[in-house]
């Protein structure tokens, strides 16, 4: 009876090996889903690239879309191949799996001649992320273009580049080599630091695999309510407004901005406080990004008080677009000492569960800064010395729109591939535990 008891104590465990087999799998493939996306790279193949790089590129293309939720309604990915002229080598409409997709990028070869950067970009913008091409007019769907060059471009970049980005393309250069760096800069999207990247050789090009699989990555129910407080006292003064606007936006580009996940509210104060605009007012980046540069200069007083009062009572309320069961986040610029008491409206932010970051920059009072900030203080107050440097801020400053609880944690797929590992490295261990205590019990029988 004992040895029956143990083999039926082994099915139940073999019966938790498959169940833990099956999780550890969907974890490797659904924790992290890449969100909506239409992507198209687009890849140098001048005559300086030697057949052998552009294999090289090939396989990172290859090692990118690996880690994509490709499909007609997830992500979608296209390539445009250039020299001196430009080939459509595959359209966001061509492929619905990564099987196809794959087989395609194999297929692509390399043009050798020219280096018109400029064109291919025109050709992007104006064919590869048209809608006869397999892209989409949603809002909600990012547009992202991921070029690859090793040399100086034989025509003018910086004004069609700009143009793409106005038109809402999010652009990453990535140099190889002899490529020349200003050019990367004028191409890419802002902040520069995670638009733009360069390694030596084509051989060293796979590494950057996982910076792109952690860009395209995003969380599940990543539903949040994000409002900005905007300190616009005379002390800012109007240049300094501008680079305030322009960390905004970089700020929005790191959130998942749609009608069912992030939605953002702005609230500007000086003496008095002023509503820019409500929660759920804009659901995409663009029309979000074009409501903060339009935002006028107040340039009075300092009324810090006054002003987290008014995120508290009003900003996040169901009127004013507050959605019921949301994470709410207040991110609160200022430049100065308040003019009147924070204490009660910092403290009774925090009691109503508003996740508070604390942003400080010039004559900002650090003790302020660390009474409206949330716990842990050093991971939700930020201060620098001057405004040119706000974007090592923007940078630093990480919303985490995950649940707790959720694996996912906004990380790369590369996290969930360890989980997956430990899980199967404690199982091996509990099936040789089992097989040694049958061996043992065997012994004993004979």
Known sequence: MALLGFVMLLCILGAQASIDLRNAAAMAAGLCNTKPTDVVFIIDSSRSVRPAEFEQVKVFLTKVIDGLNVGPDATRVGVVNYASRVKNEISLKSHKTKAALVKAVSKIEPLSTGTMTGLAIQFAMNVAFSEAEGARKSPDISKVAIIVTDGRPQDNIQNIAAKAREAGIEIFATGVGRVDMTTLRQMASEPLEDHVDYVESYSLIEKLTKKFQEAFCACSNAAIDVVFLIDGSKSVRPENFELVKKWINMIIDKLDVSETNTHVGLVQYSSTVKQEFPLGRYNNKKALKEAVKKMDYMERGTMTGQALNFIVENSFSPSQGARPGVAKVGIVFTDGRSQDYIGDAARKAKENGFKMYAVGVGNA??????????????????????????????????????????????????????????????????????????????????
């Open 365 to 446: 009072v650090e003790d302020e800064l660390k009474e409206i900030a949330s716990e842990p203080v050093v991971d939700h107050y930020f201060y620098t010395a001057d405004f040119k440097t706000m974007n090592q801020i923007a940078k630093k400053l990480q919303i985490n729109v995950c649940q707790e609880e959720d694996p996912c944690e906004c990380n790369s797929l590369v996290k969930f591939q360890k989980k997956v590992e430990e899980a199967l490295q404690a199982l091996t261990k509990k099936l040789e535990a089992v097989t040694k205590r049958i061996a043992a019990l065997e012994n004993k029988i004979v």
